[in-house]
């Protein structure tokens, strides 16, 4: 196949059909008049954890846990320890709340806080994992 000028794709691969005629797998016929059609079931997806280590001046982790207990489900402590003056605190976060986080560790410290990322994904005792 030919490729545009600058493309180095060949031409087909910019044109994908996108309707049920073409992706059957995507789209399941629908129910025939005595015939049974396959029910669509959801399946939940749930995004991994990221586990995380927040180090703060004492003065400011009773605000910071505060602010991360309004954050609801996207953050758990899952530990905390005071260690001379500063609170360490272990967290499991959505990675979708890393910034905000981020930015409330460095509000609430003036800078004197820090964050540590200890692993990208979580994975569950009870979950089957894959190498």
Same mark, same amino acid.
């Given at each position: 196949?030919?490729?545009?000028?600058?493309?180095? !794709?060949? !031409?087909?691969?910019?044109? $994908?059909?996108? /309707?049920? =005629?073409?992706?059957?797998?995507?789209?399941? #016929? #629908?129910?025939?008049?005595? /015939?049974? &059609? $396959?029910? %669509?079931?959801?399946?939940? @997806? =749930? !995004?991994? +954890? +990221?586990?995380?280590?927040?180090?703060?001046?004492? !003065?400011?982790?009773?605000?910071?846990?505060?602010?991360?207990?309004?954050?609801?489900?996207? $953050?758990?402590? =899952?530990?905390? =320890?005071? $260690?001379?003056?500063? +609170?360490? +605190? @272990?967290?499991?976060?959505?990675?979708?709340? %890393?910034? /905000? @986080?981020?930015?409330?560790?460095?509000?609430?410290?003036?800078? &004197?806080?820090?964050?540590?990322?200890?692993?990208?994904?979580?994975?569950?005792?009870?979950?089957?994992?894959?190498?």
């Amino acid at each position: 196949t030919s490729t545009r000028e600058g493309d180095h !794709r060949p !031409r087909h691969l910019g044109r $994908v059909p996108l /309707g049920p =005629e073409h992706h059957p797998q995507l789209h399941p #016929p #629908p129910a025939q008049g005595g /015939g049974c &059609a $396959v029910p %669509y079931r959801s399946i939940p @997806i =749930e !995004r991994a +954890m +990221m586990r995380m280590k927040v180090v703060t001046p004492v !003065r400011a982790s009773n605000k910071i846990r505060k602010c991360l207990s309004k954050l609801g489900q996207g $953050v758990k402590v =899952e530990s905390e =320890e005071k $260690v001379e003056e500063e +609170m360490v +605190m @272990i967290l499991l976060v959505d990675p979708g709340q %890393y910034r /905000g @986080i981020d930015q409330l560790v460095k509000d609430e410290t003036q800078g &004197a806080g820090s964050m540590e990322l200890l692993n990208l994904k979580e994975v569950r005792d009870d979950e089957e994992k894959l190498e």
